[in-house]
Every structure is written in C-alpha cells, then in structure tokens.
C-alpha cells in the first residue's frame, strides 16, 4: 500500500495563479485532511471532509477551497495565490474521525508564491 | 497565546541517553492528545493516542504520560536512538462548535541525537 501519496512535491507560483494539489490514500479511509505548516507554527487545519461528497471548513480556509468526488482522493484549490500561502500542505486521513482515531500523512507539498 | 506550548524548543542528546519532552496546554474540554514524530521533509507520524481518562502510554523506547487535572503532558524517549532526531508535535484534539474536535497542534521540539 502506497498510504497517503500528494501531488506534486514542491511547486512555484506567481501571485495571483491558480493550482489544484492533489491528495490520494489507498486505506479506504472515510476521513482526510488539508493542514499547512509554516515555520514556527503548528499545523493548522484548512479543509476537512467526513465522507465522499462532503467538505468542512477547519481553523483557516479562507484562499482555499476543496472537492472530494471519490473516496480516495481530495482535492485543495487556490483560486489566485497569495504570498501569505507560501507553506507546506499536509494531506492526511483516518478511518475515524481524528479526534478518535490514527492520522496518516503525506509527505507534504513545498508551495512558494512569488 | 497558542493554546499547546512545547518545550522546549530544542534539545541536543548524546546517543543512548534518556530525555522527556514537554507540552502544556489551557483548552478543554478535549477528546484525546496525541504526541507525532515528524522527521525533516517527511510528513508527522503518530506516536501514541491517549483519552483524557488515559495517564500513560507507551509505543516501544517513547513513553506519553498525562495529567488532566494539571494540563501536562510529557514524552519520554529511552535509551536515545540516531534515528530519534526529529521534530517532536503535541496535539490536542479541542471541542469545536457543532460537536465536532479540532486539532490543536503544537509548534514542537526539535530533538537532535548525537553519536
């Protein structure tokens, strides 16, 4: 099983483009999650979605947007970055809710917006 | 003020040494707190889980220890491993409006091992 695997691994934007990361899990988890870690911050919670078809807004969503169309994957869109949204995104999932169960994480996408 | 303080920041072991982490948090109510190793470049992975009603937990050399009353927790690592050197997260899982949980995380200890 490949785990939590994310789309793509590092990637340049100009403010004011737009890009879709991609996040994919094998483990049939219902749960998944979009975090971004910035230095000297915790991860902080972007999106979130209980199910396919569903998504929740989490601690900072503003500039970013979510789908989950199938189960496995889950999708994070910024319509027109910004600088403030240079970072690392985390993907994770769970097959409980996380506040019950194990998180899995990707590996991580280093985003920098020029 | 973050509402899950690590200390400390950093901290630099000789191998095969012990050490214990810390990380103190002021949210409640809270379903469960986690300790995660993250190594650099790599996203976190979990360590152990324990309830509130949970006071310890091990996971082979790590230890997780809490105390609900006094809002602590630690992290002890046992006869230190290279290997062990990471970033080491705290998270509190916070109660949210509309019953749902939302993580809090830590900002970490950085852990180096020295041979």
């Known amino acids: 099983n490949a785990g939590v695997t994310q789309t793509p691994k590092f990637r340049v934007l100009k403010t004011g483009q737009s890009m879709t990361l991609l996040c994919a899990q094998d483990?049939?988890?219902?749960?998944m999650y979009w975090y971004r870690q910035d230095p000297g911050m915790g991860l902080r919670l972007i999106h979130y979605?209980?199910?396919?078809?569903?998504?929740a807004k989490g601690e900072v969503p503003d500039g970013y947007n979510v789908s989950r169309l199938k189960k496995q994957n889950f999708l994070l869109g910024l319509e027109s970055a910004a600088p403030s949204q240079t970072s690392v995104y985390f993907c994770?999932?769970?097959?409980?809710?996380?506040?019950?169960?194990?998180?899995?994480f990707g590996p991580g996408t280093r985003l920098t917006v020029t | 003020k973050n509402q899950v303080e690590q200390s400390p920041q950093s901290l630099i072991i000789l191998e095969g040494k012990n050490c214990t982490l810390q990380?103190?948090?002021?949210?409640?109510?809270?379903?469960?707190l986690r300790w995660y190793k993250q190594d650099t470049g790599r996203g976190p992975v979990s360590l152990t889980i324990?309830?509130?009603?949970?006071n310890t937990k091990s996971n082979g050399r790590y230890t997780a220890t809490l105390d609900a009353d006094t809002k602590q927790s630690s992290l002890h690592i046992t006869a230190s491993q290279l290997s062990d050197s990471a970033s080491y997260i705290c998270?509190?899982?916070?109660?949210?409006?509309?019953?749902?949980?939302?993580?809090?995380f830590g900002r970490g200890t950085s852990l180096i091992v020295h041979p």
């Open positions: 994770a999932s769970s097959y409980e809710w996380e506040a019950y169960g194990e998180q899995y």
């Open positions: 483990m049939n988890h219902e749960y």
């Open positions: 979605s209980v199910g396919e078809g569903t998504t």
């Open positions: 990380c103190n948090y002021t949210v409640s109510p809270f379903s469960n």
């Open positions: 324990m309830t509130f009603s949970e």
């Open positions: 998270v509190v899982s916070v109660e949210a409006s509309g019953g749902s949980y939302i993580p809090t």
